[in-house]
Nanobody, 127 residues
């Protein structure tokens, strides 16, 4: 059974960093494009980063460019999101999601393109 489990969230001061992980089980990760999304209180879920099946292409929302880095380790069936220089507006629940694809370099930040989702991990940025 396909399962995605996020971890690594927490409470951090502005300017701090976290490393979010998404552990995938039930299928080999190498056939999938991965996306990271977040949902702030009272707001719709938005795409923040994604990585292609090959790992060779990534995409970031403008609000996180230069601060967030997505990576994947297919051997560990795990995807990571390194989040640096956090701001209060980064607060929210962070979700990983997968999309099976035959194309190695496709990327997307559109929620509708993803089929399976984790339960999320809370990130709170506050002093």
């Amino acid at each position: 059974q396909l399962q995605l489990v996020e971890s690594g969230g927490g409470l951090v001061q502005p300017g701090g960093s976290l490393r979010l992980s998404c552990a995938v089980s039930g299928f080999p990760l190498d056939g999938y494009q991965i996306g990271w999304f977040r949902q702030a209180p009272g707001k719709e879920r938005e795409g923040v980063s994604c990585i292609s099946r090959s790992g060779g292409r990534t995409r970031y929302a403008d609000s996180v460019k230069g601060r967030f880095t997505v990576s994947r380790d297919n051997a560990k069936n795990t995807v990571y999101l390194q989040v640096n220089n956090l701001k209060p507006e980064d607060t929210g629940v962070y979700y990983c999601a997968v999309r099976k694809t035959a194309f190695p370099d496709v990327v997307s930040l559109l929620e509708k393109d993803y089929t399976d989702w984790g339960q999320g991990t809370q990130v709170t940025v506050s002093s």
